[in-house]
């Protein structure tokens, strides 16, 4: 009966660790004070003065202030739902087909937990953590795996369409040059716009969809540029030089910043591993040393609050040593 008690306590502290990533994490991690700071750049701006409208230079600067506003709008419009990330991470599941997935590992993990404990509150606890928190880590780990390589690889794709519109070539025959290409995630995504084109929109509206399936900076920044580019004119070359220096000064940052970081995230690792490695030496040396722990109510007790402060260094480590761009 002991064993049970323990195991079923590690169980629903499991459960709960799933609902807690699900629904609490996002705004520990930040992610949720990032898209609050992102809904500050939505609101009313302050009054336009028409005295300032006068001189075209000032008609020209409000424009294209107006219409890098008007396209942040439009590529923040679409909240982050659970079609968004499963289009953000490559799949091609749809929302009901996943929330079956996600069923099915619950039920399958509660059917297995069942087969080897008999515990109908285990198995149930351990269904409920798998069936919620699984599915959604691997489309959380897909979506930032995706993330980097588009990341790595777009800065080569902008420079592949400022060569192309400098040799006289359309910007989309340059698009579908990259589309054929270029490697995944660059080639599927730029396919994308082509298909949005084929349908009727514009290619500044294709960009838009771009932004929305790959929310990062660098696709806003592109989208934004070709949009000016329609709305006010100018040299797109140029234009898209200048975005490709700044994406390329961006991966540059990144990477200095992950090299600056990489001794903190090693001492965390160390830090967050070191209680298991010593509790197993231990176990291993004198077992009975630690049975303390796994058999009485005292030794219970400790162990939950241990893993209670465990989980809270390990996050505040974490939102630490990371790092948005």
Known sequence: MGDQSLIFMGLMMLAAGGVFYVFVYPYLSGEAAAEKRRAQFQGPTAAKNKRDRQTDPNKRRQQILDSVRETENETRKKKNTLAAKLLQAGLTLEVK?????????????????FVMNGNPLIALGVGVAAGLGLPRWVVNFLIKRRFKKF??????AVDIIIRGVKAGLPLTQCVGIIAAESPEPIRSEFRRILEAQSIGLSIG??????????????????????????KAGGNL????????????????????????????????????????????????????????????????IVLGVSACWMVIGIVVMRKMIQFDF
């Open 237 to 300: 070359s140029e234009a898209l030089g200048n975005l490709s220096r700044v994406l390329r000064d961006r991966k540059k940052m990144r990477l200095k910043v992950n090299a600056m970081s990489a001794e903190a995230k090693a001492s965390a690792g160390i830090i967050g591993a070191l209680p298991f490695l010593v509790c197993g030496l231990v176990y291993l040396s004198s077992p009975e040393y630690l049975s303390l722990l796994f058999t009485t109510m005292t030794g219970r």
């Open 151 to 156: 990341l790595h690889e777009f800065p080569g």
């Open 205 to 230: 509206e294709s960009c838009d969809r771009m932004a929305e399936s790959m929310p990062v900076a660098e696709a806003n920044f592109f989208s934004i540029v070709v949009n000016l580019q329609q």
């Open 97 to 113: 087909n996943f929330y079956i997935v996600s069923a099915g590992v619950g039920v399958g993990a509660a059917f297995f937990t």
